[in-house]
């Protein structure tokens, strides 16, 4: 237990009386990665807020181990256009040395951008620039908002990978938010289903299978999910018959499209 | 001190020298006032300045001091009425800008054993400029400048990204309030020079010319500074020459400045 970084214990937030987190109980540790999905308003974002400490509790508590330190990835970096910043400054805003900052950069693979203009970044550079900041801070817990909004899906999968191995490398407890549902599920330990309340929480195989996330996300995304797990365990030889590999990418994407209208009625409903 | 004497005995060196107090705090601010997109705010608060004055007059305690103190109250009205969201902001500044402006006048016309230079305060009276002012001028620039440099990376910092700011620790509402403050010495101080119309054209136009040859945000309050002396010096120049009110040709020597270097600048990248 030495190594829990944080616990909420029936973590509550309400905005005018209504829940959008509803005792909400979790923990992460040193080395975990745990992903909070969820649809829409399901106070994914509030969630995180609220482990960072800028989000009031109505009720529960959160506890953080002594002087945890939290490295902060926000959403995306809505900069105003008026403001001249270059990835060196930024980066020196968090009062570290230079050659520190050049490091996580580097891990981050951007160091050659560090003279550049943050305009001029692209949305995949911009997430690296964020996570990198993060890390010169020398976290030991990483609070990613949707990591990868905003980037290709090439791009997507090399950031779940880096996510991955900083863990590795760092051992720091990572969590995060995501809509990929699909990258989610490789690249991650726990994933956390969330629509106000925990509806199910698990191991990323066994989620797919669990009625309560079957009626969050709908049937569609969770057979489609349940294709993308016979695809990724092919290379183990553990199930034989699998449709091409192509045809299930494709397929997957469709339903998750379909999904998304599901979510939508599931919302309403409620 | 006789070379001080005939220096501050001169008008025109008086007028100067308080021009000069006044765009050196100008700059930073005004810096903030583009990267936050404050112009609207500013122009509230400058338009509310009208009002302190009556005030002043009608309390018989010193103008200046009215002016920054209702300043200050206005900022932290606005700050409480923000918060309620019945009204958008920009309705909400539109209806205090204008009401305080216009409560100001009604009420200096009640007054009419108070024989004021309603056009000074509207568009300034540099040329009037009396020790007194010169020490409120320098004085009020002394509080802003410490304030500024002893706050400066917090401000920089939840300016980019509020809630990044805050997970890092920074006390976002506290600067808030702090840069507000600040707004309202400048506004009370800068008055004297170009009036409460033209306040926001002093703050904003020096800094927007900077924009565009700036590297980093510490470099472009260090062109809006130069900018905003030179405004002030080729003003006075102008208004000496051809007798021309003194404020308003600090602005329009501003804003000659401005088209100037757009164009420049337009013409290199081409």
Same mark, same amino acid.
């Given at each position: ?11 509550t ?8 987190v ?35 509790l109505?009720?529960?508590?959160i ?17 105003q ?50 996570? =990198?900041? =993060?890390?010169?801070r ?9 990591? =990868? *909004?905003?980037v290709?899906?090439?791009g997507?999968?090399?950031?779940? $990978? ?5 863990? $590795? ?19 991650? $330990? ?14 990323p195989?066994?989620?797919s ?19 993308? *797990? ?10 034989g $018959? ?7 990418g494709h ?16 919302? =309403?409903?409620? | 001190?006789?070379? +001080? ?30 990267? @936050? ?6 122009? &509230? ?10 005030l ?12 920054a ?5 206005l ?8 918060r309620? @969201?019945?009204?958008? &902001? ?11 402006l216009?409560?100001g ?25 009396s ?19 002893w ?7 939840? &300016?980019i ?14 600067l ?23 306040? &926001? ?10 924009? @565009?040859?700036? @590297? ?10 130069? +900018?905003?002396? +030179? ?11 051809f007798?021309?009110p ?25």
């Amino acid at each position: 237990m030495t190594d829990t970084l944080v616990t909420l214990d029936a973590v509550t937030v309400a905005f005018n009386g209504l829940p959008v987190v509803d005792r909400v109980n979790l923990s992460v540790s040193r080395g975990d990665i745990v992903t909070v999905i969820g649809p829409n308003g399901a106070g994914k974002t509030t969630l995180i807020k609220a482990i960072t400490g800028i989000q009031r509790l109505t009720s529960g508590s959160i506890w953080r181990k002594p002087g945890l330190s939290i490295g902060y990835v926000p959403q995306h970096l809505h900069l105003q256009p008026t403001l001249p910043l270059t990835v060196q400054r930024f980066m020196s805003l968090t009062g570290q040395p230079d050659p520190d900052c050049r490091q996580a950069l580097s891990k981050t693979g951007i160091e050659h951008l560090f003279k550049a203009s943050i305009h001029r970044l692209s949305g995949g550079e911009m997430q690296r620039l964020l996570i =990198a900041r =993060a890390l010169v801070r020398k976290p030991e817990l990483l609070v990613l908002d949707e990591p =990868a *909004q905003g980037v290709d899906i090439n791009g997507q999968a090399s950031l779940y $990978d880096l996510i991955r191995s900083l863990r $590795d490398t760092l051992q720091c407890g990572v969590i995060m938010i995501s809509h990929d549902l699909h990258l989610v599920m490789a690249a991650t $330990d726990k994933v956390i289903c969330l629509n106000q309340h925990i509806c199910c929480s698990g191991y990323p195989e066994d989620i797919s299978h669990d009625p309560a996330f079957i009626e969050v996300f709908g049937q569609a995304i969770a057979e489609s999910l349940a294709i993308y *797990q016979h695809h990724h365990n092919h290379s183990h030889d553990l199930h034989g $018959d699998v449709v091409g590999s192509d045809a299930g990418g494709h397929s997957h994407t469709a339903h998750s499209g379909e999904c998304q209208s599901g979510e939508h009625h599931n919302h =309403a409903a409620h | 001190m006789p070379l +001080i004497d005939l220096v501050l005995g001169d008008f025109f060196w008086r007028a100067l020298i308080g021009g000069l107090g006044v765009a050196l705090v100008a700059g930073p601010l005004g810096c903030f006032v583009v990267w @936050r997109r404050m112009a609207y705010f500013g122009d &509230t608060l400058a338009h509310s300045a009208l009002l302190g004055v009556a005030l002043g007059f009608l309390l018989q305690t010193s103008v200046n001091l009215a002016i920054a103190l209702t300043c200050v109250a206005l900022a932290i009205l606005l700050v409480l009425l923000g918060r309620s @969201r019945a009204l958008a &902001t920009d309705t909400l500044l539109g209806i205090l800008a204008h009401s305080t402006l216009a409560i100001g006048l009604v009420a200096l016309s009640f007054m009419p054993d108070v024989r004021v230079d309603l056009t000074g305060y509207l568009f300034g009276d540099l040329l009037a400029m009396s020790r007194n002012d010169l020490a409120w001028i320098y004085g009020g620039a002394a509080v802003v400048l410490v304030l500024l440099c002893w706050l400066w990376r917090g401000l920089l910092m939840s &300016t980019i990204h509020e809630e990044l700011a805050r997970v890092e620790g920074v006390p976002v509402e506290r600067l808030r309030l702090a840069l507000m403050l600040m707004f309202s010495l400048v506004i009370a101080v800068a008055m004297k020079i170009v009036g409460v119309l033209l306040i &926001t054209a002093l703050l904003i136009i020096p800094a927007a010319t900077a924009r @565009r040859m700036a @590297r980093g945000p510490e470099h472009m309050v260090l062109l809006a500074v130069i +900018i905003g002396m +030179i405004a002030v010096s080729g003003g006075l120049t102008l208004s000496w020459h051809f007798n021309s009110p003194a404020g308003p040709s600090v602005v329009v020597t501003a804003f000659l400045m401005f088209v100037l270097t757009y164009s420049l600048i337009r013409q290199q990248q081409q």
